[in-house]
C-alpha cells in the first residue's frame, strides 16, 4: 500500500509508492558511467504514443480523439483511491513507542494526467494564446472538481526528459492529496506568520516593492507579473504571480484566464530563446489549501506558480543539485538579477520563428 | 561578493556565488533537449588533470607529486575568505523594514578540495582499506584544523557524472562555513527537541532498534553500520552510523578508522554491483556543530554519513526529483526494505575483480 513516512531527522514526510517502477519509460537514458554510449534519446518503439488520440494506456483503454484538453486517470498512481480508504484512518507508529523513529500514514488521493494537446509534437509554447486558455480553464476546472475532498491539489509540469518527463507528449499531472504535503505546509506557516506579524500578504507586498525596484521582473501585463524571486536557487528560476490578491487558481476571471495564458507564452518563448533549445523545466501551481481548509481563513495566501529550469550554461550543461545542496544549503553560480535581465532582454519571438 | 539569501516562503537560504561560472566544466553534456547527439561524456582536451600529480590549476599553481591524499584551496571559492571579514558583520535587510523580503547576509568560510589518490583513473572503491583508511584521517584532520574557526565543516563527495562532479579525478570536496547551514540547522533542532522529550539520542536509540529489525540493515561490523533509513528518499539511499555515540568526525580511534574504511570499501563494492556500473552517488558527513557551538551540549547529536545514489532502474535510468518533489514532497517508487535486501545480497567481491 502506498504511504508516507516521517523523517524525523529532517522533521518531513517522504511517499513510499509501490507500483512506479512498472510505468513505461520514455525518458532520458543517461551515459552509463562506465562509459557505455548512448545518445540520451530513449529509442520509441510504441507506434502511438498512449498520450496521445488512438494510442493505448496501460490497461488497455483507447485514447479517444479529443480536440483540445483530454484528462484521465494516472495508470501508475501514486496515492492509494479514496475509495479504499477506511471510515476513520490512524497515524501509526511501527513500535507503538510514538517515538517517531517508525512513523507511517497511508496516503490517499487522486492521481490524473492532463494532455494539453492532441499533438504529441507541440509543446504548450507552440499552442496559441487561446489554445493555452484551454490549459488553464482545465486547471480550474479540476480544482473545482478537487477541492472539497482534498487538502491539496498540485497540478505540475516536468517539460523535458532533463527534469525526468517520462512522455514527451505535451501534458502535465495532477496529483490530490487527503493532507498538506510538506512544501505546501511550509508555505502556508510562513505565510501565515507573516500576516499575523505584518498585517499584509506576503506575496502581494513582496510583488509590489518588486515592481518598484524592477531589477528582477521579467515580463509583467494587467494583470500577472513573472519574476524571479530574490531568492532564486534555480539558474532561471520564475515566480508567475497575479496583481491582485487571488487564493486559489479557480477564482481567476475569464480576462485574467486569458492574460495569464499570454504571459504563460512570452515567458516560455524566452525561455526558448536563452539557449535557443526546448527549454527544460518543472513547473507547479500553487494556491491556498482546500478540503478542510476551505473551513479557515486562507487570506494569508496568495496563488503563484513556480519554474524551475536546470540549465545554466548551455543548452547542454545544466545545474546540479550536488551534494551540498542535497544535505547543507542550495548554492547557485551568479545573481538572480542577471538571470532577470537575460529574461527580460529575449525577444519575444521565438528563435525558429524569426524571419517569418 | 558571496551571500546567502533568506527565502521567506520556504524560511531557509540560499548561497549566490558569483564567480562559479568560470570554473572549468569537465561534467556531462547532456543530449540537447532539441535532439542534438552527444555521447554523455565531455571532450577531454586537456593533456594534465589540474588534480593529478603535475596538472596545472585555474591560479597556475603545478600540483606536487603526492602519494596519497592532497588538499588545496577551492579556485572557485563558494564562499568570502576570512580575510575580507569585518570585524561585526551585521545581517542586512535591503529595505530595513524588517520584513525579511530583501534579506541577506554575506557567507564567509573556507573551501578545499580533497583529492584521494594520485591516479585519476582510481574511485575510492578501488583503494584499498588502508588508502581508505589514509582519507578517513585526513577527514578527520581537516575537521581538527577548521573546527575553532567555523559552525559547520562540510565534506561532501559528488561521485559521478550523473550528480554534477565537474573533474573524474578521484576527489570530495570541503565547505567549511561561519553559519550554520538550512539542512545542518534542522538536524540540530530535531535531535535537540528529541533528547529533551525522550532523553536519548535520536540516531543511537533509532540505530539499536535497527539492529534488533534487521530487515534495513546493509552491513554491520564490530564499529559501524550501513542502513538503508527507514524513510530514504533516494532508490538505493543509505546512511552510515558508529555502533558507539559518536559526536564529531575527529573522535574515531584508529580501530574506528580502520573499520569504517572498510565497511566503505564493502559498500561501494555492492553499490557498483547492483548495475555492473560506476555507481553515481552524493556523499556527505554530518557530525554536530563546531565553531560557536562547541561552547554548548550537543550530545544530542551523532554523527552520520548519508550517500544518495540516483540509480534506479539501470546503470542509465535514474530517479528523478521532479516538479511534485519540488515543490510537494518527495516520492519514492519502491520500499526501502526491499532497497535494502538488493543490497545486502550484493556479493562482496566487485563484478571486475570476480574470476580473480
Ligand atoms: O564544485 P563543483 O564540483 O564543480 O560543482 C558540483 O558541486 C557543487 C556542490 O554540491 C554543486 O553546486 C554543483 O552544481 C556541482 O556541479
Ligand atoms: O510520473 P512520471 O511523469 O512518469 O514521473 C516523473 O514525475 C514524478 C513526479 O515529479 C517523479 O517522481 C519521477 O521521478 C519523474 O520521472
Known sequence: MSHRRYNPLLDEWVIVSTNRLQRP??????ASSNAASTNGVASQTQTKNPLAPGGQRANGTVTPNYTNTYVFPNDFPIFCSDKDAPKS???TDEEDENDGLFYKETSYGTNRVICYHPDSKKAIVNLSVEEIQLVVKEFMRQVTELKLEHDWVQIFENKGQMVGCSNPHPHCQLWASKYLPNGPATKNRTQKNYYEKHGKVMLLEY???????????????QYWTVLVPY????????????????????EITEEESLALSDIIKKLLIKYDNVFKC???????????????YLNEDCSHWMLHAV????LVRS???KKFMGGYEMVCESQRDFVPELAA????????????????
Not at 535581465?341 to 524571419?355: A, F, K, M, S, T
Open 315 to 317: 543548452a547542454t550543461v
Open 231 to 250: 531568492w532564486a536557487y534555480w539558474p532561471y528560476e520564475v515566480m508567475v504571480l497575479p496583481n491582485r490578491h487571488i487564493l486559489r487558481l479557480d
Open 307 to 310: 519554474y524551475y529550469p536546470p
Open 278 to 292: 526546448e527549454f527544460p523545466y518543472t513547473m507547479g501551481w500553487l494556491g491556498a489549501p482546500t478540503g478542510k
Open 25 to 30: 519509460w520514455q525518458g532520458a537514458q543517461e
Open 341 to 356: 535581465e537575460i529574461l527580460r532582454n529575449q525577444p519575444d519571438v521565438h528563435y525558429l520563428d524569426e524571419g517569418e
Open 207 to 221: 510583488l509590489n516593492k518588486e515592481l518598484k525596484k524592477k531589477e528582477r521582473i521579467v515580463v509583467t501585463n
Open 89 to 91: 484512518e490512524v497515524k
